[in-house]
């Protein structure tokens, strides 16, 4: 249902006095939407939603909004927020005649038919004469021979320059593949190099261990002669008792490389032992 089918009635508020609203002198859609707001304000002042409900179900809130920020309104919406706002009927006229000033002024002008005749004249005399520069154009472009003959080695030139430029490229592509494959043997070297050096790293921490291995073994070796003196000469010592082996079996081996290369193992009195 519309709302100006809506059977409920329009609950205005008591009539008021709208002589200090200037609607006469309105010029713009703002300015009437101004005018309308003060008819809100003597009217109570009214909220949005109290405009709603004495309006019967003619006026939304939503809409009200619209309106009083400077939409200009339907004829329909404008007498009945007139009416809720307590504005008589008699007094409408003003509000009517102002807002069909502005609906009108809204809406552009009709052109004027002896206007329009003048302008079509004239484009078609335009589109004339363009037609006839044209058709002249066509009758005097006529190209010599020569100019024939130069396009034609213009374009040779171009299409050996091409060639050139083609050729060029696949030179230049055919020395980045080969730079590519010389990067990737030095890689291939620099990976064998590192290969080698790691194994030679080995070796040498190999060969260290191995000396220090042996230099202490010889250190031992050298501070058993001494030991062996030591004990011979100390009165603690019972005599004819059998003293230590200089060195074991596993010095020797150290030593010899071999426990068969080595002599047996004496004791302190030049007895081998064994």
């Not at 059977?7 to 309308?36: G, H, K, M, Y």
């Not at 010599?144 to 060639?163: M, N, Q, V, W």
């Amino acid at each position: 249902m519309s709302a100006a089918d809506d059977p409920r009635p329009i609950r205005p508020v008591p009539v008021v006095d709208t002589s200090s609203v200037a609607v006469e002198r309105v010029r713009t859609a703002a300015e009437f939407a101004a005018c309308l707001d003060q008819v809100r304000v003597l009217a109570g002042p009214l909220s949005h939603r109290e405009i709603e409900s004495r309006g019967g179900g003619r006026l939304r809130r939503t809409k009200i909004g619209q309106v009083l920020a400077g939409e200009l309104p339907r004829r329909e919406f404008l007498a009945a927020y007139l009416t809720v706002c307590g504005v008589p009927a008699d007094a409408h006229e003003p509000w009517h005649r102002k807002w069909t000033f502005l609906i009108s002024a809204r809406l552009p002008a009709e052109p004027d038919v002896a206007t329009v005749h003048r302008e079509r004249d004239a484009a078609v005399a335009r589109a004339r004469l363009l037609e006839q520069e044209v058709a002249a154009l066509r009758a005097t472009a006529v190209v010599p021979p020569e100019a024939h003959e130069s396009f034609r080695k213009e374009i040779r030139t171009l299409r050996a320059e091409r060639d050139a430029a083609r050729g060029q490229a696949r030179l230049a592509t055919r020395q980045h593949e080969s730079t590519v494959e010389r990067l990737r043997l030095a890689e291939a070297a620099r990976d064998e190099a590192l290969s080698r050096q790691r194994l030679l790293d080995n070796d040498l921490q190999a060969a260290g261990a191995t000396i220090a291995r042996l230099t202490e073994t010889v250190d031992r070796l050298r501070a058993r002669p001494r030991q062996a003196r030591t004990e011979s000469a100390s009165p603690r010592e019972p005599s004819g008792q059998k003293r230590l082996a200089l060195y074991t079996r596993e010095e020797a081996d150290d030593l010899y490389g071999t426990t068969s290369d080595a002599p047996s193992p004496v004791i302190g009195d030049g007895e081998p032992i064994g």
